[in-house]
Nanobody, 124 residues
Framework: QVQLVESGGGLVQAGDSLRLSCAAS????????MGWFRQAPGKEREFVAA????????YYADSVKGRFTISRDNAKNAVYLQMNSLKPEDTAVYYC?????????????????WGQGTQITVSS
């Protein structure tokens, strides 16, 4: 069992930046693909970004490409999401997730473990 705890959410204005962190409680963190997803009220959970086990490959949703950066520190059992140029449409609960698979995927159903989520609200 892997526990994931997100932090760093909050209320910001459009154009601001935020950095989300996700701490994982596992000694085998480097064996997991990690992803970030978000869910806005009344909408389905959607893929934001994913990173390979070693951190060498990253993937982004088109809506955040060029603004968000996913990274990981396997020594600290943590994954991060740097969010720049935030927009009101980025408002959502953000979740980190861990996948025991080999390759990063955008499909939330593949991920095995989820955090409790952290709220981000971007005001215009």
């Amino acid at each position: 069992q892997v526990q994931l705890v997100e932090s760093g959410g909050g209320l910001v204005q459009a154009g601001d930046s935020l950095r989300l962190s996700c701490a994982a409680s596992t000694r085998t963190f480097s064996s997991y693909v990690m992803g970030w997803f978000r869910q806005a009220p009344g909408k389905e959970r959607e893929f934001v970004a994913a990173i390979s086990r070693g951190g060498g490959s990253t993937y982004y949703a088109d809506s955040v490409k060029g603004r968000f950066t996913i990274s990981r520190d396997n020594a600290k059992n943590a994954v991060y999401l740097q969010m720049n140029s935030l927009k009101p449409e980025d408002t959502a609960v953000y979740y980190c997730a861990a996948d025991r698979g080999v390759l990063p995927t955008t499909n939330p159903n593949v991920y095995d473990y989820w955090g409790q989520g952290t709220q981000i609200t971007v005001s215009s």
